[in-house]
């Protein structure tokens, strides 16, 4: 039992849905992500239905992985997308997603992203200061059209998960800072070209308890009540993603569990509920595949050097990330601690440490619970072309993305004359 249920083992062969991996490997190459759909829908489908009937809004957040072919399968479970630039807003239209649910955070929306978000329709803008608030309204101004827009506020509670993907607290760079909201929702009303419609809030990733979404909705929902006696009126509250997976060790919440607190926390108001999932909706539903190019044992340590990498993977490296890493063909061999390492020249380039395992040259190895944050926080460093993507869908495979070519990465670079 690999303990992930879309890439689970038969025989000693580690598959993927009904497909062997070493098969994929054999027809893609290696490194080359692999994803399942079953994984995909089954996670969408989870949040959806534990709305219960709620008039609600599920939003996949975009960057946690961005690939046409799992956009496009979310758009039509019906899911809304939350966008961080014009790049994503543009890779959800040629998905088939509806701009209409579209929501747009991120602290450093350029003027050009703000006018293709109001060409398109989108649902809402997520602002996060008053500097940003004043360009949307010129924007929109000179464009003749209302940009409906939230405010996300920095409700200062500890999302309790790794610093770098902490967002929530007062000394982050995100949100506005709670004790400024109410203010500048009031003042928001100068603002001829902007509707504000929505409160939004967004604390961290990888959450892996629900504490501090409850306290973050407490605060949130006393911000509603000051707001509407304002005169304000609010017609959806945006609650953020952040939901945590299973990586190792970790037992996150359930997505219902989740939803169901969530939607307690808020009582019966007559408010939409947005909610922005990225990570618990693809990263158990994707794993990179590797291959062992050579073992290298030393005097302290063992390493096995695989064909993939921090620019394929970069978790480890810039989170000090876990990813369970399994053999494809369970080996019955000599087991050592290994040490997982990928090519490229760099001490902090590693999958793994201290991995038990019985590994030979030309091993497959997949590294689990790379669904989100994988592909899409991969790079070319090292002139390493970008890994292939296949989605797996029962019997059947399905390459979603070719491996990128040599010839595609300098395609844009020119001789001085
Ligand atoms: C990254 C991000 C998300 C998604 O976070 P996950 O932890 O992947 O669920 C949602 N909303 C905003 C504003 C984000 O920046």
């Known amino acids: 039992m690999s303990g992930f249920p879309s890439f689970d083992y038969r025989n000693a062969s580690l598959y993927g849905e009904s497909i062997r991996l070493d098969r994929i490997a054999g027809e893609f190459g290696t490194p080359c992500y692999v994803y399942s759909r ?14 219960a009937g709620r008039d609600h809004l599920v939003c996949y957040a975009v960057k946690a992985n961005s690939n046409l072919a799992i956009l496009n399968l979310f758009a039509r479970l019906g899911s809304g997308f939350d966008i961080v630039s014009g790049g994503e807003l543009r890779r959800v239209m040629k998905a ?9 955070s991120g602290v450093g929306k350029r003027p050009d992203e703000m006018r293709a ?53 007062k000394e982050n760079k995100f949100g506005i800072p709670f004790d400024q909201a109410e203010k500048l929702y009031v003042s928001s009303r100068q603002f001829a070209n902007v509707r504000v419609t929505g409160l939004d809030c967004h604390i961290g990733s990888q959450l892996t308890e629900l504490g501090p979404f409850v306290e973050a909705g407490e605060k949130i929902l006393g911000l509603l009540d ?3 006696t ?11 993603g952040g939901l945590g997976i299973r990586y190792s060790g970790e037992s996150p ?13 808020i009582g019966r108001g007559s408010q939409r509920i947005l909610i922005e999932p990225g990570r618990a909706l ?52 000599n087991v050592k601690t290994y040490q997982i390492v990928g090519p490229v020249c760099e001490t902090g380039d590693f999958l793994g440490h201290d991995r038990k395992l ?16 994988g592909m899409s926080m991969s790079s070319n460093y090292n002139t390493r072309p970008r890994a292939a993507e296949v989605m797996v869908d029962g019997d059947q495979v399905h390459l979603i993305r070719e491996r990128e070519s040599v010839d595609q990465l300098v395609a844009g670079e020119k001789f001085l004359p």
């Open 38 to 51: 079953a994984a995909l829908v089954a996670a969408y489908r989870e949040f959806d239905a534990a709305f």
């Open 96 to 104: 088939g997603g509806d701009p209409q649910k579209v929501v747009f």
């Open 117 to 169: 978000a109001l060409d398109a329709g989108i649902l809402c803008f997520n602002v996060e200061s008053e500097a940003e608030l004043a360009v949307v309204d010129r924007v929109a101004g000179e464009m003749n059209k209302i940009a409906p827009v939230s405010l996300r506020v920095n409700p200062d509670v500890d999302a309790k998960t790794h610093p770098y993907i902490s967002t929530g607290l």
């Open 226 to 228: 000051r707001l509407e």
């Open 230 to 240: 304002q005169g304000l009126q609010i017609d959806h509250l945006d609650l953020g």
């Open 253 to 265: 919440p359930r997505a219902r569990d989740y939803v169901a607190a969530l939607c307690k926390g």
């Open 282 to 333: 693809v990263g158990n539903a994707g794993i990179l595949l590797t291959r062992v190019e050579y073992l290298k044992h030393t005097p302290h340590r063992d390493f096995a050097i695989v064909d993939a990498a921090m620019n394929d993977l970069m978790r480890p490296a810039l989170y000090d990330a876990y990813h369970e890493i399994l053999p494809v063909t369970a080996n019955k061999g």
């Open 358 to 373: 019985a590994l030979s040259q030309g091993d497959l190895l997949a590294i689990m619970s790379a669904g989100a944050y």
